[in-house]
C-alpha cells in the first residue's frame, strides 16, 4: 500500500504558474503509475496527467497539454504537476493518485490509492 500527499496548491493570477507536488510512503514507489486528478466543484474529477513507473509513456488531458507538465523522481518517491499559463476554469481540488497497472490511466476508478488533494484557485 502506498500513502499520498500533495502539496503547492494555491491563489494565482490568470498566465501564473504554480508547481504541485504528491510525495508517496510506504510500498516502493518506482513500481507505481501515477496520475493527476481535479475535481471543480460539483463536479466529477476528471483526468489531468498521467506517468508510467520510470516516465517513459506520459499522457495529458487535452484542456492542459501544452500548460502542465508531469513529472516523477523516483529517488525522492515524488511526482510533480508543473502548472503554465493558469487559467480560471483550472481551479479545482488537485488530487494525485496510484496504480499498480496504467491501464485505463485516465480513469479514476483505475487508480486505488489517493491522497487529500490540494487546493488550486486562479483568479482572471
Known amino acids: 500500500q502506498v500513502q499520498l500527499e500533495e502539496s503547492g496548491g494555491g491563489l494565482q493570477q490568470a498566465g501564473g504558474s504554480l508547481r504541485l507536488s504528491c510525495v508517496a510512503s510506504?510500498?516502493?514507489?518506482?513500481?507505481?503509475?501515477m496520475g493527476w486528478f481535479r475535481q471543480a466543484p460539483g463536479q466529477e474529477h476528471t483526468f489531468v496527467a498521467h506517468i508510467s513507473q520510470r516516465g517513459g509513456s506520459i499522457y495529458y488531458a487535452d484542456s492542459v497539454k501544452g500548460r502542465f507538465t508531469i513529472s516523477r523522481d523516483n529517488a525522492k518517491n515524488t511526482v510533480y504537476l508543473q502548472m503554465n499559463d493558469l487559467k480560471p476554469e483550472d481551479t479545482a481540488l488537485y488530487y494525485c493518485?496510484?496504480?499498480?497497472?496504467?491501464?485505463?490511466?485516465?480513469?479514476?476508478?483505475?487508480?486505488?490509492?489517493w491522497g487529500q488533494g490540494t487546493q488550486v484557485t486562479v483568479s482572471s
Open positions: 510506504g510500498r516502493s514507489f518506482s513500481s507505481y503509475t
Open positions: 493518485a496510484a496504480a499498480l497497472s496504467s491501464g485505463q490511466y485516465y480513469s479514476r476508478y483505475a487508480y486505488p490509492y
